[in-house]
């Protein structure tokens, strides 16, 4: 690995952000400083933390992004049932989106175990 964009979970994330910003772009517009905002910035952190961490020196700074990015991910997931349960999208775009994020889950939950085991 060369870089960050080498690592498959980042690249799904990224692929995650995109996912994000088309499917709330039907939202309302009363909800464009709030939920719509707020879940953009959630599913934007995912990655953005993986490629910070990866830039840090040490496994203990990298382990602290990587959870950061993995609690951003749980936001993200709450505010998309959130906008599931308020019928701003429909169910296939949910379990669309939803499966995702939970493969995202597995990945970095795989990753952080990993790079805790190198300590």
């Known amino acids: 690995m060369n870089t960050f964009r080498d690592l498959l979970i980042w ?14 772009n039907s939202f309302p517009k009363e909800e464009i400083y709030s939920l719509t905002s707020q879940i953009r ?17 040490g496994n203990n700074d ?11 991910l749980f936001e993200m997931q709450t505010q998309l049932e959130i ?11 949910f379990n669309k989106i939803n499966g995702d994020s939970r493969e995202i889950e597995r990945m970095l939950s795989a990753f952080i ?5 190198r300590n």
């Open 11 to 24: 690249q799904k994330s990224m692929t995650l952000v995109t996912e994000i910003y088309q499917l709330t």
């Open 41 to 57: 910035r959630s599913s934007i952190s995912i990655p953005s933390n993986i490629a910070e961490g990866y830039g840090r020196d």
């Open 62 to 72: 990298y382990l602290r992004f990587l959870n950061i990015s993995i609690s951003s």
């Open 83 to 93: 906008s599931f349960n308020l019928k701003y999208i429909n169910e296939i775009q």
């Open 113 to 117: 175990r990993k790079i805790k085991q």
